[in-house]
């Protein structure tokens, strides 16, 4: 795809008409707004926690909305089978009254697909997102199909009822391109929230751009020049997640049990280049790596037995990495 | 490496950036000087509180003064990389955009010239001056902590002070005498008793030890160079003198009458000079005067002198010739006397080799002594020290004293050369320790005749003389100029000029041996002593400064 000039220099003012729009319907959460936004740009999917009833479903309703994607909500729960995610094929009779076999295109058929409660659904349902989220395709039956593009994930976890839960593995949770915290809204955004919600008519966030608009955003992203340094930087963030690493801090030896693996690093590089398009940059800064570096790596740091029973939680660690980290 | 090129426009912009960039390395490494001379400075305050440190200010000044430039210099030549200019500017704000665009010079791309617009705008906004270039908290703490410790340490008391006090006393004691070794340099231009050569060659060792003492350090070398010239100076003359006793042996030897005079000479043989001049004496004197050789004698002693250099020996030669030409002009009798000066001329010329130099000795002697009095040293200690060991030695000095009685009544004239003593025994025990002390006494026994003559009458004298052996270590030897040429009592004997009498002279030698000024510390401590308590009585000085005086002796005493 030839990129034009012209989409380079609107690129940024086209994100914000987009978080502008997002925001008439979504109060605060400007930043995973952003981050979201940034994984949708980079092709990847994006993990939300947070705790019931903050508007993560909303947010990809509007996303969906506004990006005039297509939208599909998969709530997961113990029983979830499966095929009831990716699809089936059942047995159907054509207009001669023959039987066959026919697809039936489950939930994940979607440009954008909310997979709410990602870990109330058993290790088996999780798994058969797998190939949704990386390759965006599914295979049922020995047929393999491309899934619509552009082609994005967001599930969410509770982080308070845990029982009766099936945490992802490492394995899936390195699919997710970003892990989004979804903090409690503050006291003036409940405000703004409950008068929103509950008085007049709410404001209805317009379409700003379509699946083809971010497929060109997306290649325009792609080409953003990165410096040496810049980039050396990101890796030797990623290497310093490695308690077996010589670019290992203290705290990483002493918490990690496992560091990142390289697709952090990818996944630094490529929302690093987004966050600086965004930020109306032509160029990759050591404060884009050190922004997109907590989403990218939190899911990507497993913590030992002594960095759990001490409280530490991945962003701590990160912040002591990355402050220890000279550029 | 080959140099990355940089595009013209971007480099341009960059120029302020880089000429602040290189007035902040200037002012770092300045800092970083200054902290580094502090320190130094500091390491030598420490030092010198167990090290005396000559001039330590100075030091401390000159090191710090060259660290501080030398880093300047530096921190003025460190050209700053382009990678670094890059980095500064972004980290003031530029948020990476000149090292991308630095990075992507050679690219011509949509997002490389966009990239490199924005950059170059950016960087036309920028003031350089927003690159901090002031020093750090930090440093400005090591400066102040390190100032801080140099001022506590100036105030501390140093105990190495009086050290370095003594040391700038002997520098300038050393300096004093070196002045004086070139007075005394000029001043054997005028010495008649030495030839060109000779002083050429004191002048040699003269001018390095000059030399050597501007670069010694210490007092013990000092002394050690001194030591070592008056051996050179002293074997040197030795030399020097039986060279010119061969000359004037052979000069002598020429003439007829002086024949067997020039042989004992030639071979320094002081008894056979004193028995030929004898010789000669009764050639000139009594009942049987020659004429014939006294015309001979005068005119080869007219002969030789006129060939030898202006010295005293050849004025007292010219005295005798022209006594014994007035002798046989005139009748009158001065021919003896004046043969008997030669003779202690020739004698002493025998004993006393380096006779010539005695005011460069005595000079050489007293340096040790003044270097070692301003290092806070005693000489005497320094010498027991060097010795370090037991040495015996021969009870070998005495005084004399000569007597002689008057001829009877013949009014003849007599005199008894010297006093003079002779050793017969001598006994010696002694100790020594291998510190700087030692002791040990000794005894020794002189006895010497001395007789005068005169004509017409007979006078005798005995000099008898009994001397304090020493009998321990070998002493410093220290000049007592008083004692130059003999070490006994002159014994006259008075008489009236007359042709009768007998007249007989013993000459019973020198008592010391050879005595060439310089003589064991030990000797004449007790007649210094002597002198300073007498001196004490009869002074006005203080009780107190009378006590500081015998205490000083007592001490030296132990």
Redesign the interface.
């Known amino acids: 795809m030839e990129?034009?000039?012209e989409a380079?220099?609107t690129f940024s003012e086209k994100i914000e008409a987009m978080e502008k729009e997002i925001g008439r319907e979504i109060i605060g959460q400007k930043e995973i707004i952003r981050q979201v936004l940034i994984t949708i740009l980079a092709g990847g999917n994006a993990l939300l926690e947070g705790v019931p009833g903050l508007g993560k479903t909303r947010l990809i309703r509007t996303i969906g909305h506004v990006l005039d994607l297509k939208f599909n909500r998969i709530q997961f729960t113990p029983d979830l089978m499966p095929a009831d995610v990716v699809g089936t094929n059942i047995v159907t009779r054509d207009e001669a009254g023959n039987s066959r076999f026919e697809f039936q295109p489950g939930p994940v058929f979607s440009n954008i697909v909310l997979a709410d409660e990602i870990n109330r659904a058993t290790p088996k349902t999780q798994s058969a997102m797998l190939e949704a989220m990386q390759e965006h395709t599914v295979t049922v039956g020995g047929v393999t199909r491309k899934l619509p593009e552009p082609y994005f994930v967001l599930a969410t976890q509770n982080p308070l009822e845990q029982e009766g839960t099936y945490p992802l593995p490492e394995a899936q949770l390195d699919r997710f391109f970003f892990k989004l915290m979804v903090n409690f809204p503050s006291l003036e955004e409940l405000h703004e929230i409950v008068n929103l919600t509950t008085s007049g008519e709410e404001q209805k966030a317009q379409k700003v751009t379509d699946g083809a608009g971010i497929l060109e955003l997306r290649a325009i992203a792609r080409?953003?020049?990165?410096?040496?340094?810049?980039q050396d930087y990101a890796l030797r963030l990623v290497l310093a997640t490695h308690p077996e690493s010589e670019e290992a801090p203290g705290v990483t030896k002493k918490y990690v049990r496992y560091g990142s693996s390289p697709r952090g690093a990818q996944a630094i590089i490529s929302a690093a280049r987004i966050r600086a398009l965004m930020e109306g940059?032509?160029?990759?800064?050591?404060?884009d790596i050190r922004y997109v570096a907590y989403p990218a790596l939190r899911h990507r740091l497993f913590l030992n037995f002594e960095g759990i029973a001490e409280g530490r939680t991945p962003d701590d660690v990160l912040q002591e990495i990355i402050e220890g980290l000279s550029? | 490496m080959m140099k990355r090129y940089v595009d013209p426009e971007l480099n341009k912009v960059l120029a302020p950036v880089r000429r602040r960039l290189i007035l902040k390395s200037t002012i770092r490494m300045a800092a970083l000087g200054l902290i580094a001379a502090l320190m130094q400075g500091l390491i030598w305050l420490i030092v010198s509180f167990f090290i005396p440190i000559f001039a330590i200010e100075i030091k401390m000044a000159v090191t710090g003064g060259l660290i501080f430039i030398i880093a300047c210099l530096v921190g003025l030549m460190m050209k700053p990389s382009m990678?670094k200019i890059a980095?500064e500017a972004?980290r003031q704000g530029l948020?990476?955009?000149v090292?991308?665009?630095w990075?992507?010079s050679g690219r011509d791309d949509?997002?490389?010239r966009?990239?490199r617009q924005?950059?170059i705008e950016k960087l036309h906004s920028f003031d350089p001056k927003s690159i901090d270039i002031r020093i750090s908290k930090e440093k400005w703490i090591a400066m102040g902590s390190l100032v801080l410790a140099m001022v506590i340490s100036f105030l501390l008391p140093n105990p190495q002070d009086h050290a370095i006090q003594q040391q700038l006393q002997m520098k300038n004691t050393i300096k004093e005498e070196i002045e004086k070794l070139e007075e005394v340099e000029k001043e054997l231009a005028d010495d008649v008793e030495l030839t060109d050569e000779e002083r050429e060659e004191i002048q040699k060792v003269l001018q390095e030890l000059a030399q050597k003492l501007k670069e010694i350090r210490g007092y013990r070398e000092a002394i050690k160079e001194v030591t070592k010239s008056e051996e050179k100076l002293v074997n040197m003359l030795r030399k020097a003198q039986e060279s010119r006793m061969a000359d004037l042996g052979e000069k002598l030897s020429r003439q007829e009458v002086t024949q067997s005079l020039g042989q004992m000479v030639r071979e320094m043989d002081e008894q056979g000079i004193m028995e030929e001049m004898e010789k000669l004496k009764e050639m000139v004197q009594g009942e049987k005067i020659d004429r014939e050789v006294m015309e001979a004698l005068q005119k080869a002693l007219e002969e030789v002198a006129e060939q030898l250099p202006d010295s005293n020996l050849k004025s007292s030669m010219m005295e005798a010739a022209d006594a014994i030409a007035a002798d046989l002009s005139t009748g009158s009798e001065l021919s003896a006397r004046a043969l008997e000066a030669l003779e202690g001329q020739l004698t002493q010329m025998v004993q006393n080799p380096v006779s010539v130099s005695g005011n460069i000795m005595y000079m050489l002697q007293n340096m040790k002594g003044k270097i070692a009095q301003a290092a806070g040293q005693d000489i005497s200690n320094l010498a027991w020290a060097e010795a370090g060991q037991q040495n015996n030695r021969d009870g070998d000095s005495g005084k004399g004293n000569g007597n002689s009685s008057d001829a009877e009544n013949n009014g003849g004239q007599g005199s008894s050369v010297t006093g003079n003593q002779e050793s017969q025994s001598s006994s010696g025990s002694g100790s020594g320790g291998e510190g700087n002390s030692a002791s040990g006494e000794g005894q020794g026994n002189s006895n010497g005749n001395g007789s005068g003559g005169g004509i017409g009458g007979t006078s005798t004298g005995d000099g008898q003389g009994s001397g304090i052996g020493s009998g321990h270590v070998q002493y410093e030897k220290i000049y007592d100029p008083q004692r130059l040429g003999d070490g006994g009592e002159i014994s006259q004997v008075s008489g009236n000029p007359g042709n009768e009498g007998d007249s007989e002279q013993i000459n019973a030698g020198q008592g010391i041996g050879s005595f060439d000024g310089f003589i064991p510390y030990n000797e004449v401590f007790g007649e210094y002593k002597s002198h300073a308590m007498q001196n004490l009585e009869r002074m006005d000085v203080p009780p107190n400064m009378r006590e500081l005086v015998k205490n000083y002796f007592s001490s030296l005493e132990e």
């Open positions: 990129i034009r000039e380079i220099r080409e953003v020049p990165i410096a040496r340094g810049v940059r032509y160029n990759v800064s050591f404060q550029e | 990678a980095r972004d948020e990476e955009r090292l991308t665009a990075e992507l949509v997002f490389a966009l990239q924005d950059a």
